[in-house]
């Protein structure tokens, strides 16, 4: 009888867990944090092999790391919220963020068990990942008594745990995928160039999808029409979301909604349960979804976008999103995705800090306009900016302005900001200083190729975010860049910026590869041509 890889290494796994006095010393010895791994698995999950002998060691670690999801998701959910006084806001809303995100790690993780996809899987784990860091962020600085949040302690204790075991998840899912990738990318080398549709679209963008993009309106085309002057099915954003939901029920099938020329004051999120939405404007500054949320007026960063997309497969099409809160107000997000496979093609970003959340997950943006200040594309998805104008906006008098902040907290994430052939450049006339980027957490990743770099740029190019920090474990790339502002020889020395000099290395981040999670996780989508 033949035993494929995955049983041999579950029996093997099996042996030394039975049999062996040091257990599973071993496998935890290679990951991030060994001590909190032999910890979970001993005392968890020894009494629960026989019910899945099916789970290889990777998804023995995913499973308590599930595990401990659901205990922290309770732990959340358990807070007296009755007793915090009114004026904790934010206090509330890290709490609603933090139940929403749970529950979502708990779904990725639990979809990760067993599968077999690794470029999947490696998404899913840094999106979990991400919103663990986001619900510490939220809860992070709140001013509450202690004797309000009796079961805080204990979350600290567990999220942080939570943390290390994502990381070891991660660090084990690399290890028993790499060879593997290894085939694939030898599979797929020599057919990389044929990759790309006419219309300039990932391969997974499904070619009715490509039809409604290149449309000009999607009258006939849309499920559903929203107009303000009473000619379509409703006037308001969230009503058509709101039946939408209804009418999808679930199915996987693309729904198209056009929303007409006007000004929509709204705050929308289309939830995780609604997947394959497309909306459809009128054009950029023509459709328009504004909101003015924010940091100062009490809410978290994470809840104050004016549209928030975490349906898979979220698409739009002409269209400008925004905040107007202004630069007094610090973080105020006009748009937040943590959309798998989501697609923005010809739409404008306009905010000042923290326009534009690339939340997590795999982005691509095409033909669209991004303005801010601070900071303003943040955030710790797989997202590559093609062929974008990328527009600095005047920032306060004590502010500098930073075009990125990239957060990838893990080095085994696949998570990156990447701005292709695209225009930075000023919004308004003016002398301001403005950087590239800088480093919001450790392993920060962010790399511009062929693009225009305007003479705002200043001539270290890159900004650090307290000190010494990350300045050696950031990965920062410029290659083949033009302009006033794109010159090298001024840029900042740290140990983790380069000067891409290789094609090879560039290729590493063209939408092709780096959408597909680099060479060893098996993917598709648009990859370089020739001269990148």
Not at 6 to 25: A, G, K, P
Request: charged share 15%; hydrophobic share 35%.
């Amino acid at each position: 009888m033949e035993f494929n890889a995955y049983f041999l290494v579950f029996f093997s796994l099996l042996f030394m867990l039975q049999f062996s006095s040091c257990r599973i010393t071993a496998p935890c010895s290679q990951t991030p944090y060994p001590q909190v791994c032999r910890h979970y698995i001993n005392t968890n999950l020894l009494s629960t092999l026989d019910r899945h002998q099916r789970f290889a060691f990777r998804d023995l670690v995913l499973k308590v790391s599930m595990d401990q999801a659901i205990e922290a998701h309770q732990l959340v959910l358990s807070l007296n919220l009755n007793s915090l006084d009114a004026d904790h806001n934010r206090a509330k809303g890290a709490w609603n963020d933090c139940l929403e995100l749970y529950e979502d790690t708990v779904d990725k993780l639990n979809r990760s068990i067993g599968s077999t996809n690794a470029l999947d899987v490696n998404t899913w784990l840094s999106a979990s990942l991400t919103n663990q860091q986001t619900c510490q962020n939220g809860f992070k600085n709140l001013n509450i008594p202690s004797s309000h949040l009796q079961s805080f302690p204990n979350y600290v204790t567990l999220s942080t745990n939570l943390s290390k075991m994502l990381s070891n998840s991660l660090s084990i899912h690399k290890v028993s995928t790499s060879s593997s990738a290894l085939h694939f990318s030898k599979q797929v080398r020599g057919r990389r160039r044929r990759l790309l549709s006419d219309a300039g679209f990932p391969e997974w963008v499904s070619a009715a999808d490509r039809m409604l993009l290149q449309s000009i309106s999607s009258g006939p085309n849309a499920d559903m029409v929203v107009a303000q002057d009473g000619s379509g099915n409703y006037k308001s954003i969230s009503e058509a979301v709101d039946a939408a939901y209804k009418l999808q029920g679930g199915a996987t099938k693309r729904f198209v909604i056009h929303v007409k020329a006007g000004v929509y004051r709204e705050n929308i999120e289309i939830k995780k349960t609604m997947k394959n939405i497309m909306f459809i404007g009128d054009g950029i500054d023509a459709t328009i979804v504004t909101g003015n949320e924010n940091v100062q007026d009490g809410s978290t960063t994470y809840r104050s976008a004016t549209f928030g997309a975490t349906g898979d497969g979220f698409i739009a099409q002409d269209m400008t999103f925004e905040n107007t809160a202004g630069p007094q107000k610090y973080q105020a997000v006009a748009l937040r995705s943590g959309s798998d496979h989501s697609v923005f093609y010809r739409c404008s970003f306009k905010g000042y800090q923290d326009t534009l959340y690339v939340y997590s997950q795999r982005q691509f943006y095409r033909d669209c306009d991004i303005y801010g200040t601070i900071d303003f594309i943040f955030g710790d998805a797989t997202v590559v900016l093609q062929n974008c104008n990328i527009y600095a906006r005047k920032p306060m008098n004590n502010q500098v302005n930073t075009v990125t902040a990239q957060a990838r907290t893990d080095p085994n994430e696949n998570t990156g900001i990447v701005i292709h052939n695209s225009r930075i450049t000023a919004a308004e006339q003016g002398s301001f200083k403005t950087y590239l980027g800088r480093p919001w957490k450790k392993y920060s990743r962010t790399v511009i190729m062929n693009s225009n770099l305007d003479g705002l740029i200043n001539p270290a190019g890159w900004f650090p975010w307290s000190g010494s920090f990350a300045l050696s474990t950031l990965y920062y790339g410029e290659y083949m860049n033009s302009g006033a502002g794109a010159g090298t020889g001024g840029r900042v020395n740290w140990p983790g910026y380069r000067v891409i000099t290789s094609a090879v290395e560039a290729g590493k981040f063209t939408v092709g590869n780096f959408l597909a999670g680099d060479s060893w996780i098996p993917g598709t989508g648009v990859p370089y041509t020739a001269g990148l």
